[in-house]
């Protein structure tokens, strides 16, 4: 079963950490997404099956990263220095359908059921 499974999530205060993992079975191509209220979902970061590859929104590069363990199944987002407008509801996407990168929410074809991460200033 693909269905990813997220975990990790909750509040921090401003310039502080938080690890999201995603576990999934299966050595796909996966993303993270986020969505605040009122606002499309959007990629913030992505992985290739093999981890050799990845991708990161401007807005979270040099603050957020996104790997992989592939003999557990599954990724891993780490965030640091966060800030306010990071707060969203953060989704797990898995790409089935190609092992490279994905960019946009439709090339995602397995969601995991969402998690909240909120960020006091």
């Known amino acids: 079963q693909v269905q990813p499974v997220e975990s990790g999530g909750g509040l921090v205060q401003a310039g502080g950490s938080l690890r999201l993992s995603c576990a999934a079975s299966g050595r796909y191509a996966m993303g993270w997404f986020r969505q605040a209220p009122g606002k499309e979902r959007d990629v913030v970061a992505a992985?290739?099956?093999?981890?050799?590859?990845?991708y990161y929104v401007d807005s979270v590069k040099g603050r957020f990263t996104i790997s992989r363990d592939n003999t557990k199944n599954t990724v891993y987002l780490q965030m640091n220095s966060l800030k306010s407008e990071d707060t969203a509801v953060y989704y797990c996407?898995?790409?089935?359908?190609?092992?490279?990168?994905?960019?946009?929410?439709?090339?995602?074809?397995?969601w995991g059921q969402g998690i909240q991460v909120t960020v006091s200033s």
């Open positions: 996407g898995v790409r089935t359908t190609d092992y490279e990168l994905g960019f946009t929410r439709r090339e995602y074809n397995y």
């Open positions: 992985i290739n099956w093999n981890g050799n590859g990845v």
